[in-house]
T-cell receptor, first 117, second 109 residues
């Protein structure tokens, strides 16, 4: 399809395990974002890529979280030693031009729901 | 203080009512502003951008007050299908978009 694709849609894991979440953005979108959303809250910014490089990773909560986008397209969010507090929906979005009021629209995937038991 | 603040509601209104949501932001250097809509258990989707001069899209009107760092969304003639969470979004000109907590609207028949 032409939209942002995220896999897996659901992931249940045990505390302490390692998890990878994948995002395939819209073709041609250079900006890619990761957010996480807990129940009753708005999306919380994690990291933003412009091309292959992380332009802003100030939202990553600690060093257990890491994200890559090696070829400027698909991105993987990696979470080490998962904790119960990591449970949330992880949303990926892509954008044509993050600075523009007319082109700054973020197109979100359906999210990966992570549950840490 | 949160970068983007919204009253979470919920706002319960009858069909046909006019309802307004407000949002404040802390970074005065912010350049772009948006309202997103999020249906239950779905991803957020752009509702409308917010321009300095104010803008309208059908029953929806968005306004920006830079001096007060305040954004509003007005919905006229509410429909049942307007029931959703409305997210105020600000770009502090760093590329990342900051979302508010969201305001929940429930339109009743």
């Amino acid at each position: 399809g032409a939209g942002v694709s995220q896999t897996p849609s659901n992931k249940v894991t045990e505390k302490g395990k390692y998890v990878e979440l994948r995002c395939d953005p819209i073709s041609g979108h250079t900006a890619l974002y990761w957010y996480r959303q807990s129940l009753g809250q708005g999306p919380e910014f994690l990291i933003y890529f412009q091309g292959t490089g992380a332009a802003d990773d100030s939202g990553l909560p600690n060093d257990r979280f890491f994200a890559v986008r090696p070829e400027g397209s698909v991105s993987t969010l990696k979470i080490q030693r998962t904790e119960r507090g990591d449970s949330a929906v992880y949303l990926c979005a892509s954008s044509l031009d993050p600075q523009g009021p007319d082109t700054g629209e973020l197109f979100f995937g359906e999210g990966s729901r992570l549950t840490v038991l | 203080r949160k970068e983007v603040e919204q009253d979470p509601g919920p706002f319960n209104v009858p069909e046909g009512a006019t309802v307004a949501f407000n949002c404040t932001y802390s970074n005065s250097a912010s350049q772009s502003f948006f309202w997103y809509r999020q249906d239950c258990r779905k991803e957020p989707k752009l509702l409308m951008s917010v321009y300095s001069s104010g803008n309208e899209d059908g029953r929806f009107t968005a306004q920006l007050n830079r001096a007060s760092q305040y954004i509003s969304l007005l919905i006229r003639d509410s429909k049942l299908s307007d029931s959703a969470t409305y997210l105020c979004v600000v770009n502090p000109f760093t590329g990342k978009l900051i979302f508010g907590q969201g305001t929940t609207l429930q339109v009743k028949p």
